[in-house]
């Protein structure tokens, strides 16, 4: 039986932060399942900071479809759980079902990976607290002001928790997340 492992996304997620990572996850033979706050098809954006500017400047890049609505997570279904960037972390981590599920996660040990603006959703979600994680340099206050602790750098292990900046990571800190998946999946056998 294949395992589940939720991504996390909503409108305006980064592009590159979750195709990378859905892909590999079928690479795995674990089936990635897309959540977000209905099931329903979600703009993905394209983020980079060009020659020039100092913020970041965003454009369309693929759409997505939502398996499943936060509402329907059965935390229990799944191995684990990744965090997508882009400014969707922002506007979703409110969602009370959101936070149950990622609570989940962490009070359970299981694997999480997080990217860029991913880490607003544990961090919310109180999950962060004396956690070491890698974010993307303007989430660091994010991260910070609830208890986290900022390295920058391209992949952070932090027990059950890896993380990336942003999605010049993904080679970086997706392998070891899957890694965990993957000794996650063997203690189930």
């Given at each position: 039986?294949?395992?589940?492992?939720?991504?996390?996304?909503?409108?305006?997620?980064?592009?590159?932060?979750?195709?990378?990572?859905?892909?590999?996850?079928?690479?795995?033979?674990?089936?990635?399942?897309?959540?977000?706050?209905?099931?329903?098809?979600?703009?993905?954006?394209?983020?980079e900071?060009?020659?020039?500017?100092?913020?970041?400047?965003?454009?369309?890049?693929?759409?997505?479809?939502?398996?499943?609505?936060?509402?329907?997570?059965?935390?229990?279904?799944?191995?684990?759980?990744l965090?997508?960037?882009?400014?969707?972390p922002?506007?979703?981590?409110?969602?009370?079902?959101?936070?149950?599920?990622?609570?989940?996660?962490?009070?359970?040990?299981?694997?999480?990976?997080?990217?860029?603006?991913?880490?607003?959703?544990?961090?919310?979600?109180?999950c962060?607290?004396?956690?070491?994680?890698?974010?993307?340099?303007?989430?660091?206050?994010?991260?910070?002001?609830?208890?986290?602790?900022?390295?920058?750098?391209?992949?952070?292990?932090?027990?059950?928790?890896?993380?990336?900046?942003?999605?010049?990571?993904?080679?970086?800190?997706?392998?070891?997340?899957?890694?965990?998946?993957?000794?996650?999946?063997?203690?189930?056998?």
């Open positions: 039986m294949q395992q589940k492992v939720l991504i996390i996304v909503g409108d305006a997620t980064e592009t590159v932060d979750t195709l990378y990572p859905f892909y590999r996850l079928i690479e795995s033979g674990f089936q990635p399942v897309v959540a977000a706050p209905e099931k329903r098809i979600y703009q993905m954006v394209m983020h900071v060009r020659p020039g500017w100092t913020i970041t400047r965003e454009w369309e890049g693929y759409q997505i479809k939502a398996d499943v609505a936060f509402s329907e997570i059965v935390p229990e279904d799944y191995l684990g759980i965090f997508s960037g882009g400014r969707a922002e506007y979703i981590r409110y969602d009370e079902h959101l936070v149950r599920a990622t609570k989940y996660y962490f009070e359970k040990n299981l694997p999480v990976a997080s990217v860029c603006h991913g880490v607003e959703i544990p961090a919310y979600a109180g962060v607290k004396g956690r070491r994680m890698a974010t993307v340099p303007k989430c660091k206050f994010d991260l910070e002001v609830c208890g986290g602790i900022f390295v920058n750098e391209p992949c952070v292990i932090d027990g059950n928790l890896v993380s990336g900046r942003t999605f010049h990571d993904n080679g970086h800190y997706v392998g070891p997340w899957i890694k965990l998946l993957e000794e996650a999946r063997s203690k189930l056998r």
